[in-house]
């Protein structure tokens, strides 16, 4: 269709007479006539403002058409038929193909084609049938790896590919290449080893919020331990019990440098307090539900012995080193060490 009558058609589509398009545009009526009769045509700074206009779009009034556009949303189409099971993956993958026959360097439609057949394959019920899409899956697969190894999508879905095809040790190696091995570990394990891993994961976050907190700010501190009694409503905190004790640690430095030495000595008793129920509870497995597959490495001496180095180095405590009731400490901690 000419562009003379996508004017005319979409003008009087929208009501609009020529005055009045004319009007919105600063042109004459006789302009718009002349665009309509093809005896005229829009100049290029009024081609948007028409489009505007006319509620379009200037690739639609022009005629432009993007060919890998148009395959795309034929894609797109297809794609959402195949999802409510109206059409066979198969013509998916086939036109995934058609597309890169024409665009063989596209990486949209060479991982669409990836993504495809590895869930063509997780259809099949024919063990052959299975095996030879699984195949072509890790071979594309495997190849856009190699061209772009820091796109991580390749690698995640390698991982995914092996565990289908049965080869944990070839997952592993995968999930491994990833930046984070660890999310993609997921996708590896399995039954208890997931529960342990997932596990594993959150504690080490909350062991690195738990860092982050532990500064010169009481509500942070305060915060901190009701997340780890939250947590381990049990009271079996394992290794947790580092944290309590630097946390009150931390506490008696702050009351410390404000020279409170009455508040400075309370807490580092609390945090002896702390040191010592890790060793009357000793070293073992977590019992709350949220880490129950996870145990303690460090024994139950360590921390006591932990403690006593850092009251030795009196970092922060300056205000109470040389008091009586500081030498008092030292001498329980080592004591019971």
Same mark, same amino acid.
């Given at each position: 269709?000419?562009?003379?009558?996508k004017?005319k058609e979409?003008?009087?589509?929208?009501?609009l007479?020529?005055?009045?398009l004319?009007?919105?545009?600063?042109?004459?009526?006789?302009?718009v006539?002349?665009?309509e009769?093809?005896?005229?045509?829009?100049?290029? !700074? @009024?081609? =948007? $403002?028409?489009?505007?206009?006319?509620?379009?779009t200037?690739?639609?009034?022009?005629?432009?058409k993007?060919?890998?556009?148009?395959?795309n %949303?034929?894609?797109l189409r297809?794609r959402?038929?195949?999802?409510?099971?109206?059409?066979?993956?198969?013509?998916?993958?086939?036109l995934d193909?058609?597309?890169l026959?024409?665009?063989?360097?596209?990486?949209?439609?060479?991982?669409?084609r990836?993504?495809?057949?590895?869930?063509?394959?997780?259809?099949?019920?024919?063990?052959?049938?299975?095996? #030879?899409?699984?195949?072509?899956?890790?071979?594309h =697969?495997a190849?856009?790896?190699?061209?772009? $190894?820091?796109w991580?999508?390749?690698?995640?879905? &390698?991982?995914?590919i092996? &565990?289908?095809?049965?080869?944990?040790?070839e @997952?592993?190696?995968?999930a491994? %290449?990833?930046? !984070?091995p660890?999310d993609a570990?997921?996708?590896?394990?399995?039954?208890?080893?997931?529960?342990?891993?997932?596990?594993k994961l959150?504690?080490?976050?909350?062991d690195?919020?738990?860092?982050?907190?532990?500064?010169?700010?009481?509500?942070?501190?305060?915060? !901190?331990?009701?997340?780890?009694?939250?947590?381990? $409503?049990?009271?079996?905190?394992?290794?947790f019990?580092d944290?309590? &004790?630097?946390?009150?640690?931390?506490?008696?430095?702050?009351?410390?440098a404000?020279?409170?030495?009455?508040?400075t000595?309370?807490?580092l008793? #609390?945090?002896?307090?702390?040191?010592?129920?890790?060793?009357?509870?000793?070293?073992?497995?977590?019992?709350? $539900?949220i880490?129950d597959e996870?145990?303690?490495?460090?024994?139950?001496m360590?921390?006591?012995e932990?403690?006593?180095?850092?009251?030795?180095? #009196?970092?922060?405590?300056?205000?109470?080193?040389f008091?009586?009731?500081?030498?008092?400490?030292?001498?329980?901690?080592?004591?019971?060490?």
């Open positions: 269709m000419a562009i003379s009558d004017i979409h003008r009087t589509k929208c009501g007479t020529q005055a009045q004319a009007e919105a545009l600063g042109v004459t009526p006789q302009a006539s002349k665009w009769k093809g005896t005229g045509f829009p100049d290029l !700074s @009024a081609i =948007c $403002p028409l489009a505007d206009a006319l509620g379009t200037t690739d639609e009034l022009l005629e432009h993007n060919p890998l556009r148009e395959l %949303k034929k894609w297809l959402f038929k195949c999802e409510k099971w109206e059409a066979p993956l198969q013509d998916l993958v086939a193909n058609e597309i026959t024409q665009f063989p360097h596209d990486y949209t439609s060479l991982w669409r990836v993504v495809d057949e590895f869930a063509l394959a997780c259809r099949q019920s024919d063990a052959e049938e299975k095996e #030879r899409w699984l195949s072509l899956a890790e071979e =697969c190849e856009l790896a190699d061209k772009d $190894p820091d991580e999508n390749p690698k995640y879905k &390698m991982v995914e092996m &565990m289908e095809s049965g080869r944990t040790d @997952a592993i190696v995968w491994n %290449k990833c930046k !984070s660890d570990m997921k996708k590896v394990l399995r039954g208890d080893e997931l529960r342990r891993h997932r596990q959150v504690c080490e976050e909350l690195s919020l738990l860092l982050e907190m532990r500064c010169d700010d009481l509500d942070f501190l305060q915060a !901190s331990e009701d997340i780890i009694r939250a947590l381990i $409503p049990d009271g079996n905190y394992q290794w019990y944290h309590l &004790m630097m946390i009150e640690y931390t506490r008696a430095k702050y009351y410390a404000r020279g409170d030495s009455a508040e000595m309370k807490y008793y #609390r945090a002896l307090d702390v040191a010592k129920e890790k060793f009357i509870k000793g070293t073992g497995k977590f019992t709350s $539900p880490f996870l145990s303690s490495e460090s024994g139950p360590s921390l006591l932990q403690y006593y180095g850092i009251l030795q180095e #009196r970092k922060g405590l300056e205000t109470v080193y008091t009586e009731e500081y030498k008092q400490l030292l001498e329980k901690v080592k004591a019971l060490i």
